[in-house]
């Protein structure tokens, strides 16, 4: 977003964060004297979205929690978590990894919901899909039940896992376990965040996920709006 507004000068931002969301009151005075549009995430609370939509500006969301909801000037913006989750299973299965296959959840949350627009949900879903398709199972590893889910699988096995941080732990468990990575365990992760997967040994494969473009796209479709 930065980068689009030194690209158009006639772009001004005004940024607010989750330690300081702008009252309503704010918002209205913000979109009275400058603001003429909106760009917000999925982390925005909903009286703090629904505050910008009483001042009828266009609004663009980014990785929003409800992807379904619409209303005149509004555009969500996603990550296609489907390409995602069908990039994971094609990895594994062009490379004949696995005789098990599992998704392990976030490691932020110990339930797994039902809720669609949880990123992890629509991964899993997509995941366990084209492995049914070449009748093949995938299990769930979730918080606190990782040691038996490795334990308990036939070996070799495949994980994709949520995102970076979570494939870092899958590994340290294999650790535990004395399993061999890739032989025993593959494991693919999310985001391509170096910072954790070339600090990792060995180091991690992860699927990256173009963030810079998503938010740049976001700005264009603002402009457009």
């Known amino acids: 977003i930065v980068r689009y507004a030194e690209l158009h000068p006639d772009w001004a931002l005004q940024c607010s964060y989750a330690t300081r969301m702008p009252t309503p009151g704010e918002i209205r005075t913000m979109a009275k004297e400058a603001g003429t549009g909106f760009i917000v995430t999925g982390a925005t609370p909903e009286k703090t979205f629904r505050a910008l939509c009483d001042t009828g500006r266009p609004i663009v969301q980014i990785d929003s929690l409800d992807p379904s909801a619409t209303r005149p000037g509004l555009c969500n913006i996603s990550i296609d978590n489907n390409a995602i989750a069908t990039a ?12 098990s296959f599992a998704f392990a959840t976030p490691n932020t949350a110990r339930t797994f919901s039902n809720d669609f627009a949880d990123f992890a949900v629509v991964r899993f879903e997509c995941f366990r899909s084209i492995l049914r398709k070449h009748e093949l199972g995938c299990q769930l590893i979730t918080v606190g039940n990782e040691e038996a889910m490795l334990s308990a699988l036939t070996k070799p096995i495949a994980v994709f896992a949520a995102n970076d941080a979570r494939a870092a732990e899958i590994l340290f468990f294999a650790r535990k376990l004395r399993l061999r990575v890739p032989e025993d365990l593959a494991i693919l992760g999310v985001d391509n965040d170096t910072a954790i997967c070339e600090h990792t040994r060995p180091t991690l494969s992860s699927i990256e996920v173009d963030f810079f473009g998503e938010a740049y796209r976001a700005c264009e479709i603002l402009d457009l709006m």
């Not at 594994?92 to 990894?97: A, E, K, Q």
């Open 88 to 99: 994971a299973a094609h990895h594994f299965l062009s490379r004949l990894h696995g005789r």
